[in-house]
């Protein structure tokens, strides 16, 4: 079975840009995640979706950061204007269905760079 | 809210020598707990978790972690660490609610 895919893997961009950040989760999986992870951190959770519609999005700092999933399959998550805080690894997780005991699966992160 | 602490940044041991992985929580309510391992440019994977019933859970490859919940606490262990087990090790924790929270991880290098 294939995993969940992100893309990019590697983004460099300066203050104020905008970047987009792409997740494919595991074919059938309800649940999707996406947590912030900086350097030296455990991963945060940003945003949790169930099928198209936010579960929850409490700490997504929602001046800044907007995420979607329109078809209930692929998400993006926006960042607009970047920040150098921003700085991180982004992940994407997914499961079967809603609630914390599921396993989550993970993608590999998109590395973000903010100069 | 609810929290994790990680004691140990970094862990050496040596190849076959057991090793601890310290992990408390913090919450006023029924928890699940997770630990999760990233080997070197690889994603976050599941290695085991406690939802309820028995306190000790074992993973296939030799790990197992025991819910204290008097200590609030859920250790992982391996009585004989192999090479392939360097990673770093994540602890978290999640109630019936929809947050969940990692702590700051563990770096485990075992040594030939």
């Known amino acids: 079975e294939a995993g969940v895919a992100q893309s990019p893997r590697y983004k460099i961009i300066e203050k104020r840009q905008s970047v987009a950040f792409w997740c494919n989760p595991i074919?059938?999986?309800?649940?999707l995640y996406w947590y912030q992870q900086i350097l030296g951190q455990g991963p945060k959770l940003l945003i949790q979706?169930?099928?198209?519609?936010?579960?929850?999005d409490s700490q997504l700092p929602k001046d800044r950061f907007s995420a979607e999933r329109l078809k209930g399959v692929d998400s993006t998550l926006k960042i607009q204007p970047a920040k150098l805080e921003d700085s991180a690894v982004y992940l994407c997780?997914?499961?079967?269905?809603?609630?914390?005991?599921?396993?989550?699966?993970f993608g590999p992160g998109t590395r973000l760079t903010v100069l | 809210a609810q929290s994790v602490t990680q004691l140990d940044s970094q862990v050496p041991v040596f190849e076959e020598a057991p090793v601890e992985l310290r992990c408390n929580y913090s919450s006023s309510v029924s928890v699940y707990l997770f630990w999760y391992v990233q080997y070197p440019n690889q994603g976050l994977q599941l290695l085991l978790k406690y939802l309820s019933g028995s306190t000790l859970v074992e993973s296939i490859n030799g790990f197992e972690a025991e819910f204290n919940k008097s200590q609030t606490s859920f250790h992982l262990r391996k009585p004989s660490v192999h090479i392939s087990d360097t990673a770093e090790y994540f602890c978290?924790?999640?109630?019936?609610?929809?947050?969940?929270?990692f702590g700051t991880g563990t770096s485990l290098t075992v040594i030939p």
């Open positions: 979706f169930q099928n198209n519609g936010v579960v929850d």
């Open positions: 997780a997914s499961s079967w269905e809603l609630g914390t005991y599921n396993e989550q699966f």
């Open positions: 074919s059938g999986h309800a649940t």
């Open positions: 978290a924790v999640s109630s019936t609610g929809n947050q969940f929270y």
